[in-house]
């Protein structure tokens, strides 16, 4: 799927957060957006699934040339686009799997084949280092940091999104964790010819990434783009001169 993110202006409360971001992910292209805190970067990623608080004021989001500005999130979801939360929310009383199994039928529309569901949890929860029996808790209640955004990651992996906007995947993350999780994310943009959009504040993650564009915002703007090259320099001087 081809997204493009044509000339975006976002409000919030009235305030503009996003002002005029241009941006296209084509499959299989993986884009990184970095930048300092509250500079915009959650805003847009859940504008781009359609969160209801937000407000389009200018600009268009575009799938595959047809606009989706005005789609629900569940339509969006179900066109094959998908969004990991920053900060995933607890659900005390809502199973884990009974959460993924509703998710993938809502999304995908395809009859559970229970045997061949449980063996894809099981081998992708192994694949993800995530302890088995969390698929019996509630979603995400009492989970771990890094549990969190694994569970994302299986969620992911089993909605076979055609694209997919992580926003800070490795946040929380311990060390072999950031690479566990970078393998696997590479792994289902490759094999499955997947468009991404990766939001994260540091270079580690992106050592097991292969990004093609490195996109930098700030203040609701993209203020620079270029290569992984970019990677080191905002590690060298930061943000103040991008
Ligand atoms: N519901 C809201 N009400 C008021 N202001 C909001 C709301 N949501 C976001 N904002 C503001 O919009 C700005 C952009 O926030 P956003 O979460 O997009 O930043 P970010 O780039 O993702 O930052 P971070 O790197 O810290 O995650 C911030 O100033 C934030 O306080
Ligand atoms: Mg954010």
Redesign the pocket.
């Known amino acids: 799927m081809k997204l493009e993110i044509k000339d975006l202006h976002i409000s919030?409360?009235e305030?503009e957060?996003v002002k005029g971001v241009n941006l296209t992910v084509k499959d299989g292209e993986l884009h990184v957006i970095m930048?300092?805190?509250?500079?915009?970067?959650?805003?847009?990623?859940?504008a781009i699934m359609g969160h209801p608080?937000l407000k389009i004021t200018a600009g268009d989001i575009l799938a595959d040339g047809k606009s989706i500005k005005d789609m629900k999130v569940d339509e969006r979801a179900k066109l094959g686009i998908f969004l990991q939360f920053?900060n995933p929310v607890e659900i005390e009383g809502l199973g884990l799997l009974n959460f993924l199994n509703s998710a993938r039928g809502a999304v995908t529309n395809e009859a559970l084949n229970y045997k061949e569901f449980m063996n894809d949890i099981k081998t992708t929860s192994k694949d993800l280092s995530l302890k088995e029996e969390i698929i019996g808790r509630s979603l995400n209640h009492g989970f771990s940091g890094g549990e969190k955004k694994k569970v994302e990651i299986l969620q992911m992996h089993l909605l076979k999104p055609k694209i997919a906007i992580l926003?800070?995947p490795d946040s929380g993350l311990d060390i072999d964790a950031v690479r566990v999780v970078a393998n696997n994310v590479e792994k289902m943009r490759k094999e499955r010819k997947m468009g991404m959009l990766v939001?994260t504040?540091y270079s580690r993650i992106l050592e097991y990434m292969e990004p093609n564009f490195i996109h930098v915002?700030k203040d609701g703007k993209i203020v620079k783009e270029g290569g992984k090259e970019l990677i080191h320099e905002i590690e060298k001087s930061g943000y103040a001169n991008a």
Request: hydrophobic share 25%; aromatic share 0%.
């Open positions: 919030i409360n305030k957060v930048g300092p805190n509250g500079s915009g970067k959650t805003t847009l990623a859940k608080q920053q926003d800070e939001i504040h915002m």
